[in-house]
């Protein structure tokens, strides 16, 4: 089946997305979290008849069904494999145990409502054959970078399967090969989230669920006082109102593509690449290239070009490439350095002119 017929079809014999939710959300109440929101077979709004004010919770969920390395690290099966590895990679092992022990595993509700338990296949371009990425992706930067990344993870499973074959030595080879390795990896790619509060990531089971916006939405987070996470509103929701989860990860459309298969029509974190440089014959490129290097930047250089606003070093740089005046150069470097000390790199979203 083609890639473009993949992302339409529903497998035969899989539980519709509602009926899988459903599921979750019957397990997850079991375990002791409150929602207040329900998924309606195409999206996620509050349910009830009562308001829900600014700060409140839309969603409730004990630290104990919050999946982060002190699960990787406490498995029974793929801790020692884990160890020394990132994050990612542990909360990936994670998932692979765990999908070995299929309806033996304790977590097999959430393992269902995985991406790509649910749709066949992850969506991501990583996960693509390269006839399909040649083709879909044809022209995009995403193209080079997903073939990397697909490398990459394919490196990281060669560098692990012996590991893996110890570790999971009682369950059938099919259970830690490597297309079992990509099939969890891209179900963590899909799902993970980072809990500022927490400073983790970590899967968070029918929150990692909701869908996700560049622009205003709920936050979700880590309560230290309740020990909870939660999903906060962030304005005032009436009964029956759409809800999405702000990215605390703030990814343009190309991360989102690499890492979910989506994209957000209105990103505000889209950004193209505007790349400027000095040129040799300028008879002040040598004092203009110091000024650069004593201001973290390079002599040839790229910067964002947002759709609401751009990196104040850009027009410093800019100014910069212009000025044969070696008076004007001086003020042009006051200018820079307090930007080089102060404000974060150029590629955050601060220290941009909206």
């Given at each position: 089946m083609?890639?473009?017929c ?10 519709s997305?509602?009926?899988?939710v ?28 009562d ?5 409140e ?7 104990k069904?919050a999946?982060t ?5 406490e ?5 020692e494999v ?13 998932v ?11 977590w097999?509700e959430?393992?269902t409502s995985l991406?790509a338990?649910?749709?066949g296949g ?8 390269p ?7 044809k ?8 073939e990397q990344?697909?490398?990459a993870?394919?490196a990281?499973?060669a ?10 030595a009682?369950?059938p080879?099919a259970?830690y090969s ?5 099939r ?9 989230t980072?809990?500022?509060?927490a400073?983790?990531l ?30 906060y ?11 999405e ?5 703030t ?10 298969g ?7 974190e ?9 040129l040799?014959?300028d ?16 002599e ?6 947002y759709?609401?606003?751009f ?8 100014r ?9 150069l ?8 307090p930007i080089a ?14």
């Amino acid at each position: 089946m083609s890639r473009r017929c993949r992302l339409a079809a529903t497998a035969s014999g899989v539980q519709s997305p509602a009926a899988v939710v459903g599921n979750l959300t019957a397990w997850m109440t079991e375990k002791g979290a409150v929602t207040q929101v329900a998924f309606d077979g195409e999206d996620w709004r509050v349910e009830g008849s009562d308001k829900i004010n600014t700060s409140e919770a839309l969603v409730r969920i004990p630290e104990k069904l919050a999946i982060t390395t002190y699960d990787v690290r406490e498995h029974d099966l793929i801790a020692e494999v884990a160890e020394g590895r990132d994050d990612f990679v542990g909360l990936t092992l994670w998932v692979l145990a765990e999908l070995a022990k299929g309806p033996n595993s304790s977590w097999s509700e959430y393992l269902t409502s995985l991406p790509a338990e649910r749709s066949g296949g992850a969506l991501s371009p990583i996960f693509w054959t390269p006839e399909e990425r040649a083709e879909l992706l044809k022209g995009s930067p995403v193209l080079e970078l997903a073939e990397q990344r697909s490398a990459a993870m394919d490196a990281e499973y060669a560098a692990l399967e012996e590991g893996l074959q110890k570790a999971l030595a009682d369950y059938p080879p099919a259970a830690y090969s490597q297309e079992a390795f990509r099939r969890a990896f891209g179900m963590v790619l899909a799902r993970v989230t980072y809990l500022p509060s927490a400073g983790v990531l970590a899967l968070i089971p029918l929150a990692d669920s909701l869908p996700l916006t560049s622009g205003s939405g709920a936050v979700l987070d880590y309560d230290v006082e309740t020990g909870e996470v939660m999903v906060y509103a962030d304005r005032a929701y009436g009964p029956g109102e759409k809800v999405e989860i702000t990215d605390t990860q703030t990814r343009p459309n190309s991360e989102l593509m690499l890492c979910r298969g989506e994209v957000d029509m209105n990103n505000v974190e889209d950004y193209m690449e505007y790349t400027v440089e000095l040129l040799r014959i300028d008879p002040l490129y040598n004092v203009k290239k110091e000024i650069l290097l004593a201001s973290q930047l390079e002599e040839t250089q790229v910067f964002p070009l947002y759709s609401d606003r751009f990196p104040q070093q850009l027009l410093c740089y800019l100014r910069l490439t212009r000025i044969q005046n070696t008076e004007e150069l001086m003020k042009v470097r006051q200018d820079l350095l307090p930007i080089a000390l102060f404000v974060a790199p150029f590629t955050d979203v601060h220290g941009c002119e909206r």
